[in-house]
């Protein structure tokens, strides 16, 4: 598969996944992450923005997310993007970690 969210990153700039919850209201400290790396020269490459299309959705989406792909196949495409990212940084404010989060660290734990 093709460095999909990066292929256009200037060789040496590092990447990084962000992992966390997007619903209920908990997006507030992803965007203060994606902000800080991004001021710092890092290129997040997961989620794609920082705002999502309906937190209230069961399953998250953002706005490049291709509405025909069901959730297993954007979830895998977020999995093999986060695997090709320098790092992953998992956004657990108050110590919450939801379900879909917890199968991402358990999968890059595996990888």
């Not at 998992?90 to 890059?108: D, F, L």
Request: negative net charge; hydrophobic residues 30%.
């Amino acid at each position: 598969m093709d460095k999909l969210p990066h292929k256009n990153i200037p060789p040496g700039t590092p990447t990084i996944a962000i992992f966390g919850s997007y619903r209920h209201g908990r997006m507030d400290p992803v965007r203060m992450a994606i902000a800080e790396f991004q001021a710092n020269g890092i290129r997040v490459t997961t989620p794609p923005n920082a705002d999502p299309l309906d937190p209230h959705d069961s399953f998250v989406r953002f706005p490049d997310d291709d509405p025909n792909m069901p959730d297993h196949e954007i979830e895998a495409k977020i999995l093999e993007i986060a695997k090709q990212s320098d790092a992953t940084w998992v956004c657990c404010p108050n110590g919450y970690v939801g379900r879909a989060t917890s199968y991402e660290i358990g999968h890059m734990k595996q990888s």
